[in-house]
């Protein structure tokens, strides 16, 4: 709304990224507004599995997922423990070794929030790091 005429104007929002954080957290809409309601958007969504924010690479690490609608639903963990595995942490119970396959099916369809972790940038050979001596 414009501060001067008081008329709804359109208007973008930009937010830039200086610096990389070691993890970043991202919550997905997933409840909309229609009308005087609130639903639940039960849509699937493709969650990468690697991002690049700043110059830095992210993996994710875990998701936060809802099951179930805005009355009433269960919230649980997929925690990434390597490549190909994963944990699922439901209340006191813990499931090992879903694939990544069986992970993808449950956060395409139920992830809540997704976090990601930086991944440290891996040199070809020390001599990335080593000053090279002034031959004169």
Partial sequence: MCAKC?????????QIVCRAPHYLV?????????GQ???KNKQEVT???FLT????SFAISSVICHRGN???G???????????????????SVYRGLTNEHAECKINEFAYMCIYKAIKKKY???ESFKFKKNES
């Fill in 6 to 14: 008081t008329s709804v104007q359109p208007c973008t929002e930009q």
């Fill in 26 to 34: 991202i919550h997905l809409k997933r409840f909309i507004q229609m």
């Fill in 37 to 39: 309601s609130i639903h």
């Fill in 47 to 49: 969650i990468d599995s």
């Fill in 53 to 56: 924010l700043a110059n830095t």
């Fill in 70 to 72: 805005l009355d009433s």
């Fill in 74 to 92: 269960h919230y649980y963990t997929l925690l990434r423990e390597g490549n190909n595995v994963w944990v699922q942490l439901d209340d006191e």
């Fill in 124 to 126: 070809k050979s020390e």
